[in-house]
């Protein structure tokens, strides 16, 4: 089975040579396989949404290399990187960041129409995401006139409008309480099975964490797998 990500010996530090230097990551590798769900298990402050950032190519490491889909990404210019977060990696956040103007439908069928899909296979898609996570009824909805889950479900929906390779998520429930939380997050578990593709996951919720299929910690910038 070949990997979705490669982390490889990635190191950062901010405030590089300042008094001030803190050091996040030291050495961090990460395998993930095609298919696979990983849960990401840090305390606060040790780094996780930075090595998210990395792989997700919205940040660089100081040293060390990120393969996506079998090609390395450090040898890439920033036109390629950005194709690259566009059409093979999928974000979701803790708060679901949905553009407010515009109905659940539209916040999914934008990102696809930047990416040049025509509007009727864009609105199909678009559909058929938020019938996999039960809200179909609610596509004509503003986020404002949505609830906090399903507000993150259609967030889900639209990380996974182009077909990512790679879903990365930071607390994608972390916002919800219990009972809401493990529904969407059965939600997001519906999408990323039928669609097959390999995810990183943050999460502070073991009970959530041991639903995947492995957990990994990050204890002193280093990635500890069980």
């Given at each position: 089975?070949?990997?979705?990500l490669h982390l490889d010996g990635l190191t950062k530090a901010y405030n590089r040579g300042l008094p001030g230097e803190v050091t996040v990551l030291r050495g961090a590798s990460l395998s993930i396989a095609k298919g696979e769900v990983v849960a990401l298990v840090a305390p606060s402050g040790a780094g996780k949404s930075t090595l998210l950032h990395i792989a997700g190519l919205l940040d660089t490491p100081d040293a060390g290399g990120?393969?996506?889909?079998?090609?390395?990404?450090?040898?890439?210019?920033?036109?390629?990187?950005?194709?690259?977060?566009?059409?093979?990696?999928?974000?979701?956040?803790?708060?679901?960041?949905?553009?407010?103007?515009?109905?659940?439908?539209?916040?999914?069928?934008?990102?696809?129409?930047?990416?040049?899909?025509?509007?009727?296979?864009?609105?199909?898609?678009?559909?058929?995401?938020?019938?996999?996570?039960?809200?179909?009824?609610?596509?004509?909805?503003?986020?404002?006139?949505?609830?906090?889950?399903?507000?993150?479900?259609?967030?889900?929906?639209?990380?996974?409008?182009?077909?990512?390779?790679?879903?990365?998520?930071?607390?994608?429930?972390?916002?919800?309480?219990?009972?809401?939380?493990?529904?969407?997050?059965?939600?997001?578990?519906?999408?990323?099975?039928?669609?097959?593709?390999?995810?990183?996951?943050?999460?502070?919720?073991?009970?959530?964490?041991?639903?995947?299929?492995?957990?990994?910690?990050?204890?002193?910038?280093?990635?500890?797998?069980?």
């Open positions: 089975m070949s990997d979705t990120v393969t996506l889909a079998g090609t390395d990404m450090g040898g890439l210019g920033d036109k390629a990187r950005t194709a690259a977060r566009r059409n093979d990696i999928g974000f979701i956040y803790q708060f679901h960041h949905l553009l407010p103007e515009f109905t659940a439908l539209e916040n999914i069928v934008l990102p696809q129409l930047a990416n040049a899909v025509p509007p009727s296979e864009a609105k199909a898609r678009a559909i058929d995401l938020l019938t996999r996570v039960g809200i179909a009824a609610r596509a004509q909805h503003r986020p404002a006139a949505l609830s906090g889950g399903e507000q993150q479900r259609v967030a889900f929906c639209r990380a996974l409008a182009n077909r990512p390779k790679l879903l990365l998520a930071d607390e994608p429930t972390g916002n919800l309480d219990p009972a809401t939380s493990d529904q969407v997050f059965e939600a997001l578990m519906g999408l990323v099975r039928d669609t097959g593709l390999s995810a990183l996951i943050a999460t502070h919720n073991m009970a959530l964490a041991e639903r995947m299929d492995r957990i990994v910690r990050l204890e002193a910038g280093r990635v500890l797998t069980n």
